[in-house]
């Protein structure tokens, strides 16, 4: 059974920076890409970045990139986002996902099989 487990969420102010995790288990991490997307009240979720861990390729939405940067440590089996920077626009629950499909883009979550409960990010100006 699959399971994704974030943390490190919380409130900042406009500016600060966070250190999202996420510790997979069940799951082949190091053969398979990782993602992490957002939803914030009244809104699509959205892709914010994803890993190809296997090969340490990454891709950021044009709204994060620069600020946010995904990386990997096999090891422990956890993916991580940091996030620096922050505005009130990057408010938002944030979930983890593994077990991509073979067809599909990163970025649209039906290419995602695996969801992490969420963690919340809340930036204040």
């Known amino acids: 059974q699959v399971q994704l487990v974030e943390s490190g969420g919380g ?4 500016g600060g920076s966070l250190k999202l995790s996420c510790t997979a288990s069940g ?10 997307f957002r939803q914030a009240p009244g809104k699509e979720r959205e892709g914010v970045a994803t890993i190809y861990t296997h090969i340490g390729i990454t891709y950021y939405a044009l709204s994060v990139k620069g600020r ?19 505005k009130p626009e990057d408010t ?11 067809f599909g883009v990163w970025y649209d979550q039906a290419y995602w099989a695996y969801w992490g409960q969420g963690t919340q990010v809340t930036v204040s100006s």
């Open 68 to 86: 946010f940067t995904i990386s990997q440590d096999n090891a422990k089996n956890t993916v991580y986002l940091e996030m620096n920077s922050l």
């Open 27 to 36: 799951y082949t991490f190091s053969n398979n890409n990782m993602g992490w």
């Open 11 to 14: 409130s900042v102010q406009t």
């Open 92 to 102: 938002a629950m944030y979930y983890c996902a593994a077990g991509s499909k073979l």
